[in-house]
Nanobody, 119 residues
Framework: QLQLVESGGGLVQPGGSLRLSCTASGSTLKIYNIGWFRQAPGKEREGVSC????????KYADSVKDRFTISRDNAKNTVYLQMSSLKPEDTAVYYC????????????WGQGIQVTVSS
């Protein structure tokens, strides 16, 4: 059973940067596409970014394009989300998830981690 754990969240000022990590245990991450999702209070969950199993394909929501970068290190069983030029509207709980596709649903989910962008 694949288990995912997010780390690297916290409080950052507008314009700042954070790097989220999603580390897998219990199984290998390398056969799965990995997505990052977020949910802000009172809002629906939205897909932020996704990376294919090989790392060769990435996709981003329009709201984060050119500011966020997804990458993976299969040897470390870890996927990263580098977030730059953060805005208050990026404040949310961020989740990583694993599936065979990049879509709105996933087979395995992490517990989520808070990212707060505020001065």
């Amino acid at each position: 059973q694949l288990q995912l754990v997010e780390s690297g969240g916290g409080l950052v000022q507008p314009g700042g940067s954070l790097r989220l990590s999603c580390t897998a245990s219990g199984s290998t991450l390398k056969i799965y596409n990995i997505g990052w999702f977020r949910q802000a209070p009172g809002k629906e969950r939205e897909g932020v970014s996704c990376i294919s199993a090989s790392g060769g394909l990435t996709k981003y929501a329009d709201s984060v394009k050119d500011r966020f970068t997804i990458s993976r290190d299969n040897a470390k069983n870890t996927v990263y989300l580098q977030m730059s030029s953060l805005k208050p509207e990026d404040t949310a709980v961020y989740y990583c998830a694993a599936d065979y596709l990049c879509g709105d649903y996933a087979l395995y989910w992490g517990q989520g981690i808070q990212v707060t962008v505020s001065s």
